[in-house]
């Protein structure tokens, strides 16, 4: 946090400053840079083969020491600040209450990062890649991964932890994203709202946020939300012209975003709709801020234009082809995305009152949110309607859902008042209406809020591993096929391929080949006898099998199965099988 800190205040402090400073806002933005500074420099050091433990510590050095050689002009800059600033009035009583509320729903992002990585996806393709670039120093396409083409930006960061830590490390740089974006959320809702507006906003989420796992989602939310702010940051400076490298830095935010999940793209005719109302010069404008936009990201969509002919491989395969994936993985990668279709979290759905708040009137950054999580929703809705695509808006659809909560109350509020038989005591204009009521109606979710996450935290609690027994007994409950996985990587050398245990592979040998889409896929083995799917997997050089406890009452009941396949292994259910010499052509 202090490097990434470091790097991104030496490029920061060299922009003009935005109209309406805030000190702990510039701070946070200064470390979501500095992590996009961080995550393309080792890209780079990949990119030519020289991303080594060395490396990633010289890096973190150096921004350690910048970060230091800053810091005392910092603290001078925030002390002119607070004094330059008119007197704040002092917090309520139901804002400390809020306040109180908003820590102890922190609560459970402080804790959940200790647990030892259990999440499918995580286990699945994350951190297997971020290992193997850690191990091997470089980038490369591994086609025994699910999705061996994508951009994985993000997962850098995974990589150099793995590099000078254990695997529980990539977690907390999960944590670094959603922490940031909450911090953000905060210091926004204060600046253009107020501080109830500011708590709720922060508080949804972190209750929506996941910072148990080493996913990239809520990387991806921290470079939207900070590319936002400095767009925002870009349309109040005065003239624009001189506010120009503000519109760069939300380029290149919107570029590291792009370059870690293919949903950023998504915001690119939003934000592009924004810009061009604003600003029409093509070179002194629209070009440097594109060249920002290219550097985070070219990488991936560059390799795989020109290897596959598809720079959105395995997504652009019906419009350029497909290579590793086949029209059945399509259809069946769509299908799984709509079974898990649902609505999102209940917490964000108050956004769509936030047209009827006196902040929607007074603020124009307000307004601009809105329309940003009008724009998120909508496409959502037409694509994919799975919450996880949803979660790059979500620390925006959070604060403006807390301005629509606020209407809500308001309007309860004003309702009290008249079953009270005081009309003429009812304010007819926003969310402050019925203050008193409305404030201990906005104290009381957030106080359920917190009791939840009191809750939460103790689970959290339960799941952190201080001991090699305590992690492995974990892991063995939460990761099916665990056991079995763990046994192969320490006991067998040859090529394995899994069945159905997608979500331990991260556990097993690296690499280990086997998957539903792709190369791998099961269907190419399975639907043959037993001996013609040995036969297929000898000759690929395939010398073990493991299989999850459903394959094993599948596949073990197959006529001569016994012939071709010898038992290695057995725990929890699944099993290891070797390939007799049986299977030899």
């Not at 393709?125 to 086609?143: E, F, K, M, S």
């Amino acid at each position: 946090m202090i490097a990434c800190w470091g790097a991104g205040r030496a490029v920061l402090a060299r922009l003009c400053p935005p109209s309406r400073r805030d000190a702990w806002l510039e701070a946070a933005m200064s470390a979501a840079l500095g992590v996009g500074l961080y995550i393309c420099a080792f890209q780079a050091l990949a990119i030519f083969g020289l991303f080594r433990r060395e490396a990633t510590l010289g890096l973190v050095g150096a921004g350690v020491v910048a970060a230091a050689w800053q810091w005392r002009g910092w603290r001078a800059e925030v002390r002119a600040l607070r004094a330059a600033a008119p007197a704040t009035t002092p917090w309520t009583r139901f804002e400390r209450i809020a306040a109180i509320a908003l820590a102890l729903v922190a609560l459970p992002a402080l804790v959940a990062p200790l647990a030892p990585p259990a999440a499918f996806d995580e286990l699945m393709y994350h951190l297997p890649y971020a290992r193997l670039v850690a191990q091997q120093g470089t980038l490369g396409i591994h086609d025994w991964l699910r999705y061996p083409w994508f951009p994985y930006n993000y997962n850098l960061l995974y990589a150099a932890a793995l590099q000078v830590g254990d695997d529980v490390l990539p977690h907390f740089l999960n944590a670094l994203a959603g922490a940031l974006s909450v911090l953000m959320i905060f210091r926004l809702g204060i600046l253009h709202a107020n501080r109830l507006t500011a708590c709720i906003g922060a508080a949804i989420w972190l209750g929506m946020g996941d910072y148990a796992n080493a996913l990239i989602d809520m990387g991806v939310a921290l470079f939207v939300l900070t590319a936002c702010v400095a767009l925002w940051w870009w349309r109040e400076s005065e003239p624009l012209r001189d506010g120009t490298r503000w519109l760069c830095l939300a380029a290149f935010c919107l570029g590291v975003a792009a370059g870690s999940k293919y949903q950023a793209l998504i915001f690119l005719p939003l934000v592009a709709l924004f810009v061009v109302r604003h600003e029409r010069r093509l070179l002194q404008a629209w070009a440097p801020a594109l060249l920002c936009f290219l550097i985070p990201c070219i990488y991936w969509y560059a390799r795989n234009a020109i290897m596959t002919g598809d720079p959105f491989n395995p997504i652009g395969a019906r419009v350029f082809g497909f290579t590793e994936w086949v029209p059945a993985d399509y259809v069946q990668q769509v299908a799984d995305v709509r079974d898990h279709a649902e609505m999102p979290n209940a917490l964000i759905w108050s956004v769509f009152l936030a047209p009827f708040s006196v902040w929607w009137k007074r603020s124009a950054a307000v307004r601009a949110a809105g329309w940003f999580c009008l724009y998120s929703v909508a496409v959502w809705v037409v694509t994919s309607r799975y919450p996880r695509y949803l979660m790059a808006s979500f620390p925006l659809l959070a604060m403006t859902a807390a301005v629509g909560w606020q209407v809500l109350f308001g309007w309860i509020a004003a309702g009290v008042r008249r079953l009270r038989a005081a009309p003429a005591a009812v304010a007819a204009d926003g969310p402050r209406s019925g203050a008193g009521v409305g404030d201990w109606i906005v104290v009381l979710l957030l106080a359920v809020l917190a009791a939840v996450s009191v809750g939460q935290t103790a689970t959290k609690v339960s799941m952190i591993s201080l001991t090699p027994e305590a992690r492995e007994a974990f892991l063995r409950k939460h990761v099916p096929g665990y056991g079995v996985m763990d046994y192969v990587r320490r006991n067998v050398t040859g090529r394995v391929y899994q069945i159905a245990l997608n979500e331990a592979i991260y556990y097993g040998p690296n690499p280990i080949w086997g998957d539903t889409l792709g190369r791998w896929r099961y269907r190419d083995y399975l639907l043959m006898s037993a001996g013609d799917t040995a036969r297929k997997l000898a000759a690929e050089g395939f010398t073990t099998v493991v299989m999850s406890p459903e394959m094993v009452k599948v596949l073990s009941v197959r006529p001569d199965f016994d012939q071709y396949y010898g038992l290695l292994h057995e725990q929890d259910g699944s099993r290891a099988y070797r390939l007799l010499p049986t299977t030899a052509p």
